[in-house]
């Protein structure tokens, strides 16, 4: 329990830095393309202007003649430092004008291309390569202005790499610090659960030599006549000696992954043998108990660990199936694992919370889950224990016809 509450910690912390980390890298790289294209953009809408001064091939000496052409904040320089070309074209998109003299690294058949793909796109503005490129529709045409942007979208590209670097790097140093710091931090929970199963071991053996005194004063009491209130102090020492075993069967199992005595066994036999000692049990209240064991199945594991979880499946089906009903007990196996379902009818009423708190504890859906059924509400908090120290897992589910099934899946 305890490790795997490590993991969930180291897991959980790592995919919520990665979570954050990806984010501030995503926000970071959105706003910086937003602002390479924003200034983009700003350029554009200078040169699309009509008459500017620096459209001729003589560029004016005076800044002062083109002032109010560029926008506050912009600097004078920008117009002369961009790379642009610009083409007129007609509606059938046939070229009118063209002025490449603005860039030198596209010449007359690359400019058809960008032309081409400009006026295919559904768009006034966009990139193409890494042209940014206006369209602006007038009486004589289309105009088409394209920006070279190629130096902004490499450092774009590059601080998209540094950015995902620093993250990947970021989320490795803080899977390490939460590797360091898993044992820290569940220190004081193990030492909590530690002293929790010493606790209920302890008093488990405490609480049964008290019992075992009580039995025996009964069975001298006895001795001069059977009463019935030795009966049912018989009774309640009885229930009290198999929750108390229980308790501490459940303490030991949790922490059982790599103590447990494994060996291989065939698991086919042991539920068939199970399955029949409660053929009694079951007939006594009339219900029919059908089992379909697919033959040959053989695990490693312990047992009479896995004796005890199939009793203890088998066990509820019985104490809690209407009287007449059919119990099925299934085993199949593939490859890798063995899936065993224990199905029976049931009148409960099962709420959205309930299968998920239905291995918890002293857990009972309802009040006909109570001591009258002879039960402590342990026994499939036991099972998935048992399960899970062989590395399988337990689930239940409640089918539309009232039927009620746990299936338990082990590695074989």
Known sequence: MINKLKR????????????LMALLVLI??????????????????????????????????NPQDISGFVPPGMSLEVPYESRFFD????????VLQSDLSRIVSVDNDAAQEYISAALESGSDRGF??????????????????FLDCGRKLDSFRSFLWISVIVGVIGCLA?????LFAAGKIVAPIAESYEKQKRFISDAGHEIKTPLTIINANVDLLESDGEKEELADIRAQTKRLTELTNNLVMLSKMEEAEHTLQKIDFPLSDLVS????????????????????????????????????????????????????????????ANKKTAALSVENPTTERF????MKRIFDRF?????????????HGIGLSIAKAIAEAHGGNISAAAKSDGAFCVTVSLPV
């Open 128 to 145: 193409i390569g890494s042209f940014r490129y206006a369209k602006i529709a007038d009486r004589n045409g289309t105009r088409i202005l």
């Open 351 to 354: 709420g959205e919370g309930d």
């Open 8 to 19: 969930k910690f180291l897991i959980i912390g790592t995919v919520f830095m990665f979570l």
């Open 273 to 332: 043998e199970t399955v029949g000692s409660f053929r009694a049990p079951a007939a006594s209240r009339g219900l029919g108990l059908e089992a379909d064991v697919t033959p040959g199945i053989t695990m490693n594991g312990s047992p009479d660990t896995i004796r005890q979880l199939v009793s203890v499946l088998l066990d509820n089906a019985v104490k809690y199936s209407p009287d007449g009903g059919k119990i099925a007990v299934r085993l199949s």
């Open 174 to 178: 803080a899977f390490v610090a939460f």
């Open 363 to 375: 857990y009972r859906t309802d009040k006909s889950r109570n001591s009258e059924t002879g039960g």
């Open 87 to 94: 083409v007129r074209v007609s509606a059938d998109g046939e």
């Open 28 to 61: 970071m790289n959105v706003v910086n393309y937003r602002e390479v294209t924003s200034d983009a953009d700003a350029v554009l809408d200078v040169l699309v202007q009509p008459n500017l001064p620096f459209s001729e091939p003589e560029f004016p000496a």
